[in-house]
């Protein structure tokens, strides 16, 4: 087992769990305020990246004390956050539709969010993903994903203040994508695990 991936591995889930967090909170306050579907769905997976993270947080955790991976731990990781992105891919599916032809302002401080979190999750994404393939972790690769639709939500805010119809659009087709791979993460499971 790679010791430094996995230092790398528990490094970058302690970040997400800190920015997730924040960002999450934030984002679902400014979403109410403004009645924005775009900045609660992001917040919604900030929510859902910041439990997968937690339990990736304790699995490497876990593996740099005990210098090996632990099946169980990599799998509840997985699980997590699998079913993350069919719940938040699913719910911004139907707060889409329901929102469709509606359109909100944004506000300054929801515009400066989601461009911060476009590059920090974007970051993030990419870290996860090539670290994860490193160590190897099937977990901490799906979560990358799961970060990347975080980064996907912050360019639909983003967009929607350009095109304000394109809001709740942009929302079902970014809940697609996070069904797709949370579909695609379920598959990835251990036979034992979708049996299960």
Same mark, same amino acid.
């Given at each position: 087992m790679?010791t430094a991936?996995v230092? @790398?591995?528990?490094?970058v889930?302690e +970040?997400?769990?800190?920015?997730t ?6 984002? +679902? ?12 769905? =992001?917040?919604?997976?900030?929510c859902?990246?910041? @439990?997968?993270?937690i339990a990736?947080v304790?699995? =490497?955790r876990?593996?740099?004390k ?6 169980? =731990? ?5 699980? *997590?956050?699998?079913f993350g992105?069919?719940?938040v891919?699913t719910?911004a ?7 469709l032809g509606?359109?909100?302002d944004?506000?300054?401080?929801a *515009?400066?969010l989601a ?7 974007s970051?993030?994404s @990419? ?9 190897p972790?099937?977990?901490?690769v799906?979560?990358?994903h799961?970060?990347?639709v975080?980064?996907?939500q ?5 967009a ?5 119809? +394109?809001?709740?659009t942009a929302? +079902?087709?970014v809940?697609? *994508? @996070?069904v ?10 251990a036979?034992?695990v979708?049996g299960?």
């Amino acid at each position: 087992m790679p010791t430094a991936s996995v230092a @790398a591995a528990r490094r970058v889930s302690e +970040i997400a769990v800190v920015w997730t967090l924040a960002a999450s909170t934030l984002a +679902i306050v400014l979403g109410i305020v403004d009645a924005s579907v775009a900045l609660l769905a =992001f917040g919604a997976v900030g929510c859902v990246d910041a @439990a997968g993270s937690i339990a990736l947080v304790h699995h =490497f955790r876990h593996a740099q004390k005990h210098a090996e991976l632990e099946d169980r =731990f990599e799998r509840r990781a997985h699980t *997590i956050v699998a079913f993350g992105l069919l719940s938040v891919g699913t719910a911004a599916i139907v707060v889409g539709i329901v929102k469709l032809g509606d359109s909100s302002d944004a506000s300054v401080a929801a *515009i400066v969010l989601a461009a911060v979190s476009l590059v920090v999750l974007s970051a993030l994404s @990419a870290r996860k993903v090539w670290v994860g393939r490193r160590v190897p972790s099937a977990a901490l690769v799906a979560d990358g994903h799961l970060s990347m639709v975080g980064a996907l939500q912050a360019l639909v805010t983003l967009a929607g203040v350009l095109v304000p119809s +394109i809001d709740a659009t942009a929302a +079902i087709v970014v809940g697609a *994508i @996070a069904v797709g791979l949370g579909v695609k993460a379920r598959r990835d499971l251990a036979p034992s695990v979708r049996g299960s």
